[in-house]
């Protein structure tokens, strides 16, 4: 399989990206279940996201810093997996001009 390039998302992007169970997953995720190597515990405020990134595999790497202590964190939600997101992020990089047929 060829290495697809990462890609930055923006809010709106990520929002057209993902679904309305995929965004209660991405919302969930980042509340409770983000672990922060510096507390040495789960972000018990959640974080503050300062970047989406759909990666070569188009899973999304979220980027940013516990609400607690400041310090950077990172979370990876596989989605790249599912057939259905997978074809739905090949779309997009189409629609981008990031992956040619």
Avoid at 6 to 19: C, G, M, P, S, T
Wanted: hydrophobic residues 35%; charged residues 40%; contains cysteine.
């Amino acid at each position: 399989m060829k290495k697809l390039k990462e890609i930055k998302l923006n809010d709106f992007q990520l929002n057209v990206l993902l679904n309305e169970q995929e965004k209660e997953e991405y919302k969930f995720l980042l509340q409770d279940n983000v672990y922060c190597p510096h507390c040495k515990e789960v972000c018990e405020d959640g974080i503050e996201v300062t970047e989406n990134i759909l990666n070569w595999l188009n899973d999304i790497l979220v980027k940013g810093k516990c609400r607690k202590c400041g310090k950077e964190v990172n979370r990876f939600i596989e989605l790249g997996e599912d057939k259905e997101f997978f074809d739905r992020a090949n779309a997009f990089r189409r629609s981008i001009g990031n992956l040619k047929d």
